[in-house]
């Protein structure tokens, strides 16, 4: 199983980015996605989670209402579209795929993959 995640980059604060991540040898439908974040010095937080079908998006306080996730089941690629980003926002961003949906604990999920680095300037 690989996902492999990428788009992250240096961006100024305000503006925005798109995360992608493909996975391969996996029966993508079957599973929940979801992404996390890693900022220097912290642990890994939940950023979101989107269902297998799609139909379902979960999202953390800090990021609600400035980013989206979405699936195509077809391209077995998860996204994360990231609007108005803030310094905070600065960390290296993983996908991870689960079989429940919506977790929050990084330790329930079944997969991860190697993240992408996404900056933020002031």
């Known amino acids: 199983v690989q996902l492999q995640a990428s788009g992250g980059g240096l961006v100024q604060a305000g503006g925005s980015l798109r995360l992608s991540c493909a996975a391969s040898?996996?029966?993508?439908?079957?599973?929940?996605m979801g992404w996390f974040r890693q900022a220097p010095g912290k642990e890994r937080a939940f950023v979101g989670a989107?269902?297998?079908?799609?139909?379902?998006?979960w999202f953390a306080d800090s990021v609600k209402g400035r980013f989206t996730i979405s699936r195509d089941n077809a391209k077995n690629t998860v996204y994360l579209q990231m609007n108005s980003l803030k310094p905070e926002d600065t960390a290296v961003y993983y996908c991870?795929?689960?079989?429940?949906?919506?977790?929050?604990?990084?330790?329930?999920?079944?997969?991860w993959g190697q993240g992408t680095l996404v900056t933020v300037s002031s």
């Open positions: 991870a795929a689960g079989l429940v949906p919506g977790l929050t604990d990084p330790s329930r999920y079944n997969y």
């Open positions: 040898e996996l029966t993508f439908s079957s599973y929940n």
């Open positions: 989107i269902s297998r079908s799609g139909g379902s998006t």
